[in-house]
């Protein structure tokens, strides 16, 4: 098939992308993300405007401006609910600026074109593009400013960002059949719908104090695991007197260093938080005699790792001279340090089963707390 020639792709670039772009931005409704749902009425604007196509290609480079800025503008922001306040002004925003843009258009189409057309660059440096000066600049700020926010801020929606951008790259530069664009715009609000997507999955499968894997996603990852497996079920020993003694902010600070040091156990194992203050190894392809030394080395890890509290309150100011400090005895930073006991099980015998698997490990957890904590037991 050739691009613009088939029925078939005639067909599709007019219904679907509307399905598409609704689609994303009834999702980006549903779970809050306002700034998707302004890049996707952008990106339905470059659609409907490469489809009415009464403007030309001006009006068309005017949308993918507004596409690329809305991309740069929105990346430092944050996302809210599509139909609060701030979400509310960020699709109004677009919707004064594309008016705007609009009434210029009707009014003096010259100088729109004379506008996208300066060049301050010289040619060779942006003419491999296919884009107008203006736009070329327009779309350089926002892929350093969609690539800085994914960097810093490491979001599904800011990743999603980075990815729609380039989607539409070749839709404003290269192509030049309405087919092709609108495929290519449909291919970016698809990403933007989806990043909606992942971040309830990264919700539903990471946990959030700690970083790790949750119950959910180790309850998955059991289900696709055939042969040989060792669960080992880690459970901080005295924890409620330890949060009692210090306060619950602490105790979640502490759980957070555990964590760290459970991450990336030797031996090929994953972790995972089983919840509160259990978590889960697990050890593909490894019995359970085979784990027992790298379960022995994370427990040690955990008993030397010391958890420094800084003593409240903490002076706002530092003091002038620190050896003058009066009742500096009270603000020295305590050192605290809490064990894991741990129990080990594996797959093998007559029922092997996940369930069973974790059942036994727990049993096994359970003799270690008993013969006194701070051990690792199978
Ligand atoms: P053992 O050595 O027998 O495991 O004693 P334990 O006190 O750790 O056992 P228990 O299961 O009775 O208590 C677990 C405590 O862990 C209860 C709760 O105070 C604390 N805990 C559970 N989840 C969290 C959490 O997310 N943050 C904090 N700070 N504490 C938690
Ligand atoms: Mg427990
Ligand atoms: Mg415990």
Same mark, same amino acid.
């Given at each position: 098939?050739?691009?613009?020639?088939?029925d078939?792709?005639?067909?599709?670039?007019?219904? *679907?992308?509307?399905?598409?772009? &609704?689609g994303?931005? $009834?999702?980006?409704?549903?779970?809050?993300?306002?700034?998707v749902?302004v890049? /996707?009425?952008?990106?339905? /604007?470059?659609?409907?405007?490469?489809?009415?196509?009464?403007?030309?290609?001006?009006?068309?480079?005017? =949308?993918?401006?507004?596409?690329?800025?809305?991309?740069?503008?929105?990346?430092?922001?944050?996302?809210?609910?599509?139909?609060?306040?701030?979400?509310?002004?960020?699709l109004?925003?677009?919707?004064?600026?594309?008016?705007?843009?609009? $009434?210029?258009?009707?009014?003096? @189409?010259? %100088?729109? =074109?004379?506008?996208?057309?300066?060049?301050?660059?010289?040619? %060779?440096?942006t003419?491999?593009?296919? $884009? +107008?000066?203006?736009?070329?600049?327009?779309?350089?700020?926002?892929?350093?400013?969609?690539?800085?926010?994914?960097?810093? !801020?490491?979001?599904?929606?800011?990743?999603?960002?980075?990815w729609?951008?380039?989607?539409?790259?070749?839709?404003?530069?290269?192509?030049?059949?309405?087919?092709?664009?609108?495929?290519?715009?449909?291919?970016?609000?698809?990403?933007?719908?989806?990043?909606?997507?992942?971040?309830?999955?990264?919700?539903? *499968?990471?946990?959030?104090?700690?970083?790790?894997?949750?119950?959910?996603?180790?309850?998955?990852?059991?289900?696709?695991? &055939?042969?040989?497996?060792?669960?080992?079920?880690v459970? /901080?020993?005295?924890?409620k007197?330890f949060?009692?003694?210090?306060g619950? %902010?602490?105790?979640?600070?502490?759980?957070?260093?555990?964590?760290? !040091?459970?991450?990336? +156990?030797?031996?090929?194992?994953?972790?995972?938080?089983?919840?509160?203050?259990?978590?889960?190894?697990?050890?593909?392809?490894?019995?359970?005699?085979?784990?027992?030394?790298?379960?022995?080395?994370?427990?040690?890890? #955990?008993?030397?790792? #010391?958890?420094?509290?800084?003593?409240? +309150?903490?002076? !706002?100011?530092? +003091?002038?001279? @620190?050896?003058?400090?009066?009742?500096?005895r009270?603000?020295?930073?305590?050192?605290?340090?809490?064990? #894991?006991s741990?129990?080990?099980?594996?797959?093998?015998?007559?029922?092997?089963?996940?369930?069973?698997?974790?059942?036994?490990?727990?049993?096994?957890?359970?003799?270690?707390?008993?013969?006194? !904590?701070?051990?690792?037991?199978?």
């Amino acid at each position: 098939m050739v691009w613009g020639s088939g029925d078939v792709l005639e067909e599709v670039t007019r219904g *679907y992308p509307w399905v598409v772009f &609704g689609g994303s931005f $009834l999702l980006a409704f549903l779970f809050h993300r306002s700034r998707v749902a302004v890049a /996707v009425t952008a990106l339905a /604007v470059m659609a409907a405007v490469a489809t009415g196509g009464d403007g030309g290609e001006v009006a068309f480079f005017f =949308a993918s401006g507004l596409f690329v800025l809305c991309l740069a503008g929105l990346a430092p922001l944050k996302d809210s609910g599509v139909a609060s306040f701030p979400g509310a002004l960020q699709l109004g925003v677009l919707a004064v600026v594309l008016a705007f843009g609009t $009434l210029f258009l009707r009014v003096a @189409p010259g %100088d729109m =074109a004379a506008l996208l057309s300066a060049t301050p660059l010289p040619g %060779d440096l942006t003419d491999w593009s296919g $884009l +107008p000066q203006p736009l070329f600049l327009a779309t350089a700020v926002a892929a350093l400013t969609t690539a800085l926010a994914a960097v810093l !801020r490491r979001g599904p929606v800011e990743r999603g960002m980075v990815w729609a951008l380039l989607a539409v790259l070749p839709a404003m530069g290269v192509i030049r059949e309405r087919e092709g664009t609108i495929l290519f715009l449909m291919a970016a609000g698809l990403i933007l719908g989806l990043s909606v997507l992942e971040i309830s999955y990264a919700m539903a *499968y990471r946990d959030d104090l700690t970083g790790l894997p949750a119950r959910r996603a180790l309850m998955r990852h059991l289900e696709t695991l &055939g042969g040989t497996y060792s669960v080992a079920m880690v459970d /901080v020993d005295h924890f409620k007197k330890f949060n009692d003694r210090h306060g619950h %902010d602490v105790g979640d600070q502490v759980l957070k260093m555990v964590a760290s !040091r459970l991450a990336r +156990p030797g031996g090929g194992g994953r972790a995972f938080r089983y919840g509160g203050e259990e978590f889960t190894l697990l050890y593909a392809g490894k019995d359970r005699d085979a784990t027992l030394p790298y379960l022995e080395e994370v427990r040690r890890s #955990v008993e030397e790792a #010391v958890f420094v509290l800084r003593s409240w +309150p903490r002076p !706002r100011k530092k +003091p002038a001279n @620190p050896r003058t400090r009066k009742g500096s005895r009270g603000t020295k930073p305590r050192e605290l340090s809490v064990t #894991v006991s741990i129990g080990v099980a594996d797959s093998s015998g007559r029922d092997g089963t996940p369930d069973v698997v974790l059942k036994k490990a727990d049993e096994a957890l359970y003799r270690a707390k008993r013969k006194g !904590r701070n051990q690792v037991a199978k």
